[in-house]
Nanobody, 113 residues
Framework: QVQLVESGGGLVQPGGSLRLSCAAS????????MGWYRQAPGKQRELVAT???????DYADSVKGRFTISRDNSKNTVYLQMNSLKPEDTAVYYC???????WGKGTQVTVSS
């Protein structure tokens, strides 16, 4: 069965950086649009970034210029590089195959001093 496993979350100070990874199995990340979403406590899950089969990327306005989505086809992994982190970026971050019910279990990102 398809598995998406996120990693790389943790506690970071405001202004810091983290790189999240989403390792996929039973699917090929270069053959399907992939996305990162996040859900903060008490809030709905929201789109963070997507990458299409052709490599086109798109971002939520709140993260443009700070976050970068990418993929490594040789590792079948999608990444989310997060720079200049803010307390409001605190959330559980999820990886998904866009348009499917395939989701990872999430990784917690906490931005706090």
């Amino acid at each position: 069965q398809v598995q998406l496993v996120e990693s790389g979350g943790g506690l970071v100070q405001p202004g810091g950086s983290l790189r999240l990874s989403c390792a996929a199995s039973k699917i090929v990340v270069s053959f399907i649009p992939m996305g990162w979403y996040r859900q903060a406590p008490g809030k709905q899950r929201e789109l963070v970034a997507t990458i299409t089969i052709s490599g086109h990327t798109d971002y939520a306005d709140s993260v443009k210029g700070r976050f970068t989505i990418s993929r490594d086809n040789s590792k079948n992994t999608v990444y989310l590089q997060m720079n200049s982190l803010k307390p409001e970026d605190t959330a559980v971050y999820y990886c998904t195959c866009e348009g499917t019910d395939y989701w990872g279990k999430g990784t917690q990102v906490t931005v706090s001093s």
